[in-house]
């Protein structure tokens, strides 16, 4: 019987963590990084709930997520990439935007047959004088930049294709993730659909992703079921 170490306080209830024998489980559906509720998956948690699976030798990886803050989910990605446990990534329904940087992070990386990736150029709102804007377009630069490195590094894709990529807001389906190195094998469909909370953040929307929160969290409580059984 699976451990289940802790539990999500979310509305639904999603298991964070679970370890069983000489492997561990660690969920990432919802945004990277705390919102404006508490709610979400903060580095803090995720180097905590890291902590708790210090001692198995694999950790499956399951993400859902419309990405969130870049720098909490870069500081997950060294994480992972830090840990001394293979890392196997599944993609469930959606790795967009930080949440798709993370899961580059996986020395094996599956998508679900339904499932999309979805990378972009890094974005923020800034105020100030003139040279507050610089220096922020000088960061939001450099981000996007450190971003592209992480793509090329796993993917092989040259530098220049993955800046044109971001720039254009790019979807991959499974067969364009996997074709594209993004990922390395497809699996079955979950049984969990991806949800996308504002539409108005993407430009490229796939009509698979409008929002269908309601079936999402019902998924997602069948699986918090099954874990606490």
């Known amino acids: 019987m699976a451990k289940l170490i802790n539990l999500r306080t979310a509305k ?3 298991p964070r963590v679970i370890a069983k024998g000489g ?3 660690i969920y990432l559906y919802g945004p990277i990084g705390q919102d404006w509720f508490g709610e979400g998956n903060s580095a803090k948690q995720f180097a905590d709930d890291l902590k708790k699976l210090n001692n198995v030798s694999t950790i499956d990886v399951r993400i ?3 990405g969130g803050d870049v720098f909490a989910g870069k500081a997950m990605y060294t994480l992972l990439t830090q840990h001394k446990a293979k890392i196997v990534v599944h993609i ?3 790795a967009a935007s930080a949440a798709s940087f993370i899961a580059m992070a996986g020395n094996e990386i599956e998508i679900a047959e ?3 990736v979805m990378i972009h150029d890094a974005f923020g709102a800034q105020y100030g004088r003139a040279k507050d804007m610089r220096a922020f377009a000088d960061l939001l630069d450099a981000t996007n930049q450190s971003i592209v490195d992480i793509y090329a590094a796993r993917t092989k894709s040259a ?3 993955i800046a044109k990529w971001m720039d254009a807001e790019t979807w991959f389906s499974a067969k364009d993730a996997i074709k594209n190195g993004f990922a390395d094998r497809v699996c079955e469909n979950m049984k969990v659909a991806a949800s996308i909370s504002d539409p108005t953040m993407f430009k490229n929307l796939p009509a698979a992703l409008r929002p ?6 019902a998924a997602i409580a069948r699986i918090a079921a099954r874990a606490r059984t």
């Open 12 to 14: 639904a209830s999603l």
């Open 23 to 25: 492997t561990g489980e």
């Open 64 to 66: 859902n997520s419309e």
């Open 92 to 94: 469930d329904g959606l």
């Open 114 to 116: 339904s499932a999309f």
């Open 159 to 161: 530098a220049d294709k």
């Open 212 to 217: 269908n929160r309601v079936k999402a969290e």
